[in-house]
């Protein structure tokens, strides 16, 4: 019984990737390019090079933040679109810690340039849960209207008050002892994919192994009986969300201090809703977050390079990402299509 | 200068008034409206591709039209037939129609950020422009604004006046009830959501071939999901969801009028999602949906 | 006009378990005829195969020696069937009118529009006609459960129904509601219609049935008896398969002091009193009874003394200590809740039984250190109760979901009882329990009163009321007037005072 529904969370989501996958093959084609030199290149460009393998860890990186903190979220059932702009919180609010000088030595600087972008990122996800738990606002629609009014508040930040020299709206640049050092010279990859990795598995250890956990996952899936167990419901929420919107804030704090150096207004390559897709990949868990976001890191920066070398629009990756959201959330539909291959197989 | 900000409400209200007005089908045949911001921005595009393609923007609203029934059927075979959550439907489908409207206008126009100029609706009341005051705020308003009324009116009929509006309901409030006096559930709700549908891609064309004549990129910018509030606020009735949707077109004809007094673009074009803030956290307190949303005649 | 409904050789095939296996049913017109079964036996599946909700895999349908397709509802009501659910299909912010002619409008001339006066006329016509006593324009939800059961029967009339298909109507009713519905039923009867009544209810049965079938895991074992020579004790062991001890009852003797202490319990919401002044106390090795209709009060004040709802006014009080506070503040002061619906809240479907053996007491020392969780005591502990209460699985890893209802049952019982608590408050213990695993249930609350915890017993089932009870309390629209002995009273005088009526002396 056990095995069966293992088997089964692994089967559906991989199909789904590949079903997501071929969709797109089939857009590129109608679309007069060739599909199977186009995900060759991609593929190539991702995983070909140490340039290659570094830079798709470092698209990886954000991606495996925001698929974290929507997952940490989801157990308690909420649905946090808000992850974007947690990530945007945490990264300005980061940015700005990298600007002062606190004479102290670099390790504790990053430490506090990580700590404030989480209390940031999870002070705005707080807010999400103190509204739903106080009024009951659905909160698929107070995250998507506060993400649109931090993106454009932070874009307001640093076009005007805090904005540094020159034409570009962000912020100052960090200070050198803000920054996380490189894993390998000459490349973008920073100590960010082993603190995500670290993440990753503290999360894991959480959700299973805490008493915490356990709670949150209780009311994520019965609220009433999470209630009549003692559990406090709404402590639950606004604990969850917090977590959350942490978890994302120290995303956005740790890409300023890897890859931006600074605040830059609109910086997100939709890395908030780029984690929806990782966490539906992963099928909700912790460690499987870390190879879904990998997939998807390698998918974009592959893209980018198969953009550059031949003009091929990167948005079909945002089409695979969408996809595999739809498919992996529809099981029932995979069996289907799965079980039309079996079919064909016996009458062969 | 009053009646030029009346003009504006007016104008800005009709593709939220149209978007929510499908979400209240949808809703009210039990099937959660989320997707609406993907309803309204591939209607606008495909709004955009027919003109583009015939030169003729009146085919270019029924695609606007057409298109938008294609995502509200694609919503509904996932949550009907297999079950989908219907969150994570409209949330997909939302990042389905960025990507797939940002790709298709790579391919098309080569361009990321905006389409080619296409023929837009020109049809506007100007039969009215000689009357006083009238003439001023309605002349230059396009008939869809008409067009949007009687929906709303017709709508409110449909749905507490006629048999399909009782029966349907019934599917959004017990599916379980309706199948068991021989209602066919699905049929039902497939109606709903394709309502739904062809309500919101005609107001995502009047956002690029009405209001403008071009398609920009994801430039529906939430106003599916402020449709969805206004629908909420509605209580999931025709005509209040015209009067709601009048009150939020309000608040979006104030930011462009505040635009021109130096208060910086980003902090006013905040004004809208604010609103809608306020309103879900203050006004929607005893709101109940219809208790069959999201559930299944065979649960 | 139909004679006889004969449904020949049905076989409903689930993926693991056969529902109906190879089942022939007759029945007539003008004769109320009596489907008995445990819970899962098949007849709700039977009938609903009739009404078309479910499709069997094999099998025919005749009606008056002809052949009918019988593919949906729309189809069994087009050919005079129908069927009252025992979950009420109505949608309770429609009006009754409404209710019933959905998707069998009466329309205007031009047939766009409902013509809501001439729908209005004919409910109440047909209503007056068979004395239900209701208003066509009210609201369902502010019905009864009795007068909503009648808009289920007059949905079905009003489609001209001629086999009328009543799936546990008496589960939610009083005494005298059950009276009141047999009368209906015998009027119908009267009329020509026949009624298919499926029940568990023995005594019941025996009152209004011409004649019974009983179904037994599937298989028809007796079909069309009449009544002679059959009593409760003959039908539960048709039911059930082996000997039954039904009627267990409680030893009285071997009580302590008082212990368990509720005294000024008021309940305001809205302007409405939902609880007023309700005081009693409970002695230790005492079960004592609420005995009333559901929605007089009982689940509010299950909640408020389970520390799930806050009063306007209470003091518990258990031994020397006051209780208040929240739900983890109760269970942490040893009051155990078995509650109504274990599904709803009991247990966590999705979780393992592990899992939901630790639930509500996941704070305690024994279950955590630091904040994390003890895996290897929970596992333990589990292990135990699963041989103890024989509950039916593979391991602890178990997903709840896939217990069958009784097991489940277990787990909640294993889990209240495994951490000794000293007050004990069980909620509606069978309600969709069958008469096997009930037996079993009663019997673990006699044990436990026998080892002298405090047990408050709330249940709408007078008959287990009454027969586990010490005293017995009646509460009517949120006060409790009577408290009883049970050597002093009867189960037809408990009936009586759960409708509001007064003892005279």
């Keep these: ?348 | ?299 | 006009m139909i004679r006889t409904i004969e449904m020949k050789n049905i076989i409903k095939q689930f993926p693991l378990v056969r529902a109906v296996d190879n089942v022939s049913f007759m029945i007539k017109a003008g004769e109320i005829h009596s489907l008995l079964g445990e819970n899962g036996a098949g007849k709700t599946c039977l009938m609903k195969i009739l009404y078309g909700m479910l499709n069997s895999e094999k099998g025919t349908i005749k009606i008056n020696g002809k052949v009918v397709q019988i593919k949906n509802p729309k189809m069994a009501i087009d050919l005079g069937i129908g069927m009252v659910h025992q979950h009420f299909m109505l949608t309770p912010v429609m009006t009754i009118t409404e209710n019933i002619i959905v998707n069998n409008e009466p329309l205007y001339k031009k047939g766009l529009f409902v013509d809501y006066t001439r729908a209005r006329k004919q409910v109440q016509e047909l209503i007056d006609k068979y004395n239900f006593n209701i208003d066509a324009n009210a609201y369902v939800k502010d019905l009864s459960v009795g007068e909503q059961q009648r808009v289920e029967i007059l949905k079905a009339i009003y489609r001209g129904a001629k086999i009328l298909i009543l799936d546990e109507p008496t589960a939610v009713l009083t005494p005298q509601e059950v009276g009141e519905l047999f009368t209906i039923m015998r009027q119908l009867k009267e009329a020509g219609t026949g009624i298919v009544i499926i029940t568990h209810k023995l005594k019941e049965t025996l009152e209004i049935a011409d004649c019974i079938s009983v179904l037994r895991d599937g298989k028809m074992i007796r079909h069309r008896e009449t009544l002679e020579n059959l009593n409760e004790k003959i039908l539960a062991e048709m039911m059930v398969g082996r000997e039954v001890e039904l009627n267990i009852r409680a030893d009285e003797s071997n009580m302590g002091e008082p212990y368990f202490f509720v005294n000024n319990c008021n309940l305001k919401n809205d302007g409405r009193d939902i609880l007023t002044d309700i005081n009693f106390e409970i002695r230790k090795g005492e079960i004592l009874g609420i005995a009333g209709i559901e929605g007089n009060g009982q689940t509010e004040l299950i909640e408020i003394l389970t520390g799930l709802r806050k009063a306007t006014s209470i003091k518990i009080m258990k031994g020397e200590i006051e209780i208040k506070g929240q739900s983890s503040d109760f269970l942490r002061a040893k009051i155990g809740h078995i509650p109504e619906d274990r599904l709803d809240r009991g247990l966590i479907a999705q979780m393992t039984i592990e899992e939901n053996f630790i639930l509500g007491y996941h704070n305690l020392s024994q279950y955590v250190k630091h904040g994390f969780l003890n895996l290897k005591n929970s596992k333990e502990n589990t292990l135990k109760a699963i041989r103890a209460y024989k509950i039916k699985t593979p391991n602890e890893k178990e997903v709840v979901s896939s217990l069958s209802g009784g097991n489940q049952q277990k787990v909640v019982v294993a889990r209240v009882v495994s951490q000794n608590p000293d007050v004990l408050i069980v909620a509606q213990p069978t309600r969709g329990v069958d008469v096997g695993a009930m037996e079993y249930i009663h019997k673990q609350i006699l044990k436990l009163k026998k080892e002298h915890k405090t047990i408050l017993l709330i249940s709408a089932d007078l008959e287990e009321v009454y027969d586990l009870s010490d005293r017995i309390a009646v509460i009517y629209n949120g006060k409790i007037n009577y408290i009883l002995d049970k050597n002093k009273t009867n189960q037809l005088e408990l009936g009586l005072l759960m409708t509001g009526g007064t003892l005279n002396d």
Aim: charged share 10%; proline share 3%.
């Design chain 1, 1 to 348: 019984m056990i095995k069966k529904n293992n088997l089964k969370n692994l089967i559906v989501p991989i199909f789904a990737l590949f079903l997501a996958l071929l969709v797109s093959a089939l857009i590129m084609l109608l679309s007069g390019y060739n599909p199977i030199t186009a995900y060759a290149v991609i593929f190539k460009g991702a995983l070909g090079s140490k340039t290659g393998i570094c830079n798709s860890l470092v698209q990886a990186t954000p991606l495996i933040f925001t698929g974290l903190a929507f997952m940490v979220a989801k157990k308690a059932t909420l649905i946090n679109l808000g992850v974007e702009g947690q990530l945007y919180v945490g990264a300005l609010v980061g940015a700005l810690v990298g600007t002062v000088d606190f004479h102290v030595p670099f390790i504790i600087h990053i430490l506090l340039v990580m700590i404030s972008g989480m209390i940031a990122g999870g002070l705005a996800g707080l807010f999400i849960g103190w509204l739903k738990v106080r009024f009951g606002s659905n909160e698929v629609i107070t995250t998507m209207m506060t993400n649109f009014i931090i993106i454009n508040f932070t874009s307001y930040l640093v076009t005007y008050p805090l904005k540094a020299e020159g034409p570009t709206a962000q912020s100052e640049r960090m200070l050198p002892t803000a920054l996380l050092p490189k894993l390998f010279a000459k490349t973008q990859l920073t100590w960010g994919i082993i603190i995500v990795v670290v993440i990753a598995i503290l999360i894991k250890i959480f959700i299973d192994k805490t008493k915490m956990g356990y709670e949150i996952k209780a009311v994520g899936h019965n609220k009433r009986a999470a209630q009549t167990a003692g559990i406090k419901v709404g402590h639950v929420i606004l604990f969850s969300m917090f977590l959350s919107g942490a978890i994302a804030g120290l995303g956005g704090a740790v890409q300023v201090m890897s890859v931006n150096r600074r605040f830059i207004a609109g910086f997100s390559a939709d890395y908030g809703f780029g984690g929806i897709s990782v966490a539906a990949l992963a099928n909700d868990s912790a460690l499987g977050i870390i190879i879904s976001g990998f997939i998807f890191g390698l998918l974009r920066n592959g893209a980018k390079y198969l953009n550059m070398t031949s003009r091929i629009p990167t948005e079909f990756v945002s089409v695979v990402q969408a996809l595999v959201v739809l498919f992996v959330a529809a099981p029932l539909m995979i069996e289907k299509i799965l079980n039309i291959f079996k079919k064909k197989k016996e009458i062969k």
């Design chain 2, 1 to 299: 200068m009053i009646t030029g900000f009346i003009s504006s409400i007016l104008s800005l209200s009709i593709p939220l008034i149209l978007a929510a007005l499908g979400g209240v089908f949808s809703v009210r045949a039990g099937i959660m409206a989320l997707g609406l911001e993907s309803m309204l921005l591939f209607g606008a595009f495909t709004a955009t591709v027919g003109s583009y393609y015939t030169g003729s923007a009146f085919i270019g609203i029924f695609a606007g039209i057409f298109g938008g029934m294609v995502i509200g059927l694609a919503h509904g075979v996932f949550c009907i037939r297999y079950k989908m959550n219907q969150v994570i439907s409209g949330i997909g489908l939302n990042l389905l129609a960025v990507a797939s409207t940002t790709l298709l206008m790579q391919i098309i126009w080569k361009n990321k950020g905006s389409s080619v100029q296409v023929t837009s609706v020109s049809l506007r009341l100007s039969f009215l422009k000689d009357i006083p005051i009238i003439g001023d705020i309605f002349a230059k308003q396009s008939i869809i604004l008409v067009i949007t009324v009687a929906l709303c009116v017709v709508g409110w009929f449909v749905l507490f006046k006629t048999p399909f509006g009782l029966q349907t309901r019934f599917v959004g409030e017990n599916p379980k009830a309706a199948s068991s006096v021989g209602i066919h559930v699905h049929k039902y709700k497939y109606i709903g959501v394709t309502i739904c549908g062809a309500l919101a891609g005609l107001g995502g064309a009047y956002i690029s071939i009405d209001s403008l004549n071009m398609f920009v990129r994801n430039m529906s910018a939430g106003r599916g999901y402020i449709a969805v509030a206004i629908a909420i606020l509605s209580r999931y009735n025709p005509i209040y969801a015209l009067l709601a949707g009048l009150l939020f077109g309000a608040f979006e004809a104030l930011q462009i009028y505040l635009q021109g007094y130096g208060v910086p673009s980003q902090l006013i074009q905040m004004i809208p999602y604010i609103v809608t803030l306020l309103v879900l956290v203050i006004g929607v307190q005893n709101i109940t949906p219809p208790a069959g949303v999201g559930a299944h005649e065979d649960d």
